[in-house]
């Protein structure tokens, strides 16, 4: 399967510091998501994008950004870390379907 | 804002036996259902899934059933394993352009399978 990949795996910042999560995919896929994970909420959508330029806002989005310059890149842009945020965070393009997800290894994110 | 103290539901059983994991969910628009497993420090891994116009669906040891009157999902998982340990996550995606590829995810059932 084609891969997805996140970096840093790992990441501590400071309140208030910007922080820049990477997400590469292999596929060109149009399709590419980010989640959050918190323990008793799942994972929750923040950003989404359907293409090249296009990026949408889903249920968590206050607080972070997305940008879409290529079909590869989707980075998530977190402008003021704050503590709330502490959280592990994926990066997702459609699987066989297009309804399903095929989610990247995760990077977790603690601010302190 | 969070809940403090949430505790995810969880399932123990003896390996060998078979496993039924519960799901509601809530929105009557959803026409597109998917259970996922996540093993710890890795991301949600695709089991299975079905679409609104079925009510059963099988795959390899799983089964996920749909009861679209009570907004009810199940997955079934056959002669358990250690290896099937892990956090089990239904999901579902509404029908339409806007929110396609969405998913709204549930909360989670850890599942422990004791040899």
């Known amino acids: 399967d084609a891969e997805i990949t996140q970096s840093p795996r790992h990441k501590i910042t400071e309140t208030g510091r910007q922080v820049t999560l990477a997400c590469h995919q292999t596929?060109?896929?149009?399709?590419m998501f980010w989640y959050r994970q918190d323990l008793g909420h799942g994972l929750r959508l923040i950003h989404y994008s359907y293409g090249v330029q296009d990026t949408n806002k889903g249920e968590v989005s206050d607080g972070y950004s997305v940008s879409r310059s290529n079909t590869e890149d989707l980075p998530l842009t977190l402008e003021s870390a704050a503590s709330s945020q502490t959280s592990v965070y994926f990066c997702?393009?459609?699987?066989?379907?297009?309804?399903?997800?095929?989610f990247g290894p995760g990077t977790r994110l603690l601010v302190l | 804002g969070e809940s403090v103290g949430l505790h995810l539901p969880t399932l123990s059983v003896q390996e060998g036996d078979n496993s039924i994991i519960n799901c509601a969910y809530s929105n009557s628009a959803s026409d597109y259902f998917i259970w996922y497993k996540q093993e710890s420090g890795k991301g949600p891994q695709f089991i299975i899934d079905?679409?609104?116009?079925?009510d059963k669906r099988q795959g390899q040891r799983v089964t996920v059933l749909l009861n679209k009157t009570v907004k009810h999902l199940s997955l079934q998982i056959a002669a358990t394993q250690p290896g099937d340990s892990a956090v089990y996550f239904c999901?579902?995606?509404?029908?339409?352009?806007?929110?396609?590829?969405?998913?709204?995810f549930g909360q989670g059932t850890i599942l422990t399978v004791h040899p």
């Open positions: 596929w060109n896929h149009n399709n």
């Open positions: 997702a393009r459609p699987q066989t379907y297009q309804e399903t997800q095929y």
């Open positions: 079905i679409r609104s116009n079925m």
């Open positions: 999901a579902e995606n509404e029908a339409g352009g806007t929110s396609y590829g969405k998913l709204t």
